[in-house]
């Protein structure tokens, strides 16, 4: 079936902009990822979502971050005012549920000018 | 806490020698874990995960893992190096705490020389 969709595949901004970056899961998949990946590094957690439950939002790095997770299936990640260490491939992955294994997207990779 | 820690951000070896790829985590109970590798200009794949049935996990392409509890370590093993091999790994640990989110180490950039 189809994997994990992310768009846009490629955002360039001015600093200063809001942008959004979209998550299709996998269909039935009850738990949502996002990270960042910034050159030369590991991946930053960033937000969790598990069902209907609150989201783990302890990985996010400033308020300007910030996801929603409508009908337990697409999710959105906003960044307010960006700025140039904003610049990062953002990704997002599911899974059936927690401890399973994720199933990454290819990634937005987000460059702010 | 939950931490992961890989040792070594770039490892290089020959083709047809051993694949050693060190990861040591800390938790506070029993994790789940995790390999992860990421191909050149390609997603995230599973490599393997340690499910508590064995402490010795076979994953894809020949790539095995195995928990050490009282070393708090999943080494990724490989026998024999391929070229199609080079690839950055990820080890990936539940957190111990909230939800039990997935976090990852900072990955080992495998190049395998001909």
């Known amino acids: 079936g189809a994997g994990v969709s992310q768009s846009p595949s490629n955002k360039v901004t001015e600093k200063g902009k809001d942008v959004e970056l979209r998550c299709d899961p996998i269909?039935?998949?009850?738990?949502l990822y996002w990270y960042r990946q910034s050159l030369g590094q590991g991946l930053e957690f960033l937000i969790y979502?598990?069902?209907?439950?609150?989201?783990?939002k302890s990985g996010l790095p400033s308020d300007r971050f910030s996801a929603e997770r409508t009908g337990g299936s697409v999710s959105t990640l906003t960044i307010q005012r960006t700025q140039q260490e904003d610049s990062a491939v953002y990704l997002c992955?599911?899974?059936?549920?927690?401890?399973?294994?994720?199933?990454f997207g290819n990634g937005t990779r987000l460059t702010v000018t | 806490a939950q931490s992961v820690t890989q040792l070594g951000s770039h490892v290089s070896v020959s083709e047809g020698a051993l694949v050693l790829l060190r990861c040591n985590y800390s938790?506070?109970?029993?994790?789940?874990l995790f390999w992860y590798v990421q191909y050149p200009n390609q997603g995230l794949q599973l490599l393997l995960k340690?499910?508590?049935?064995?402490?010795l996990v076979k994953g894809i392409n020949g790539f095995e893992a195995e928990f050490k509890k009282s070393e708090t370590s999943f080494h990724l093993t490989k026998p024999s190096a391929h070229m199609s091999d080079a690839a950055e790994y990820f080890c990936?640990?539940?957190?111990?705490?909230?939800?039990?989110?997935?976090?990852f180490g900072s990955g080992t950039r495998l190049q395998v020389q001909p």
């Open positions: 992955a599911s899974s059936t549920n927690e401890g399973s294994p994720l199933h």
């Open positions: 269909s039935g998949h009850t738990a």
């Open positions: 979502f598990q069902g209907n439950s609150a989201p783990d």
């Open positions: 938790s506070s109970v029993p994790p789940y």
């Open positions: 340690y499910t508590s049935a064995a402490t």
């Open positions: 990936a640990v539940t957190r111990d705490t909230g939800r039990r989110a997935l976090t």
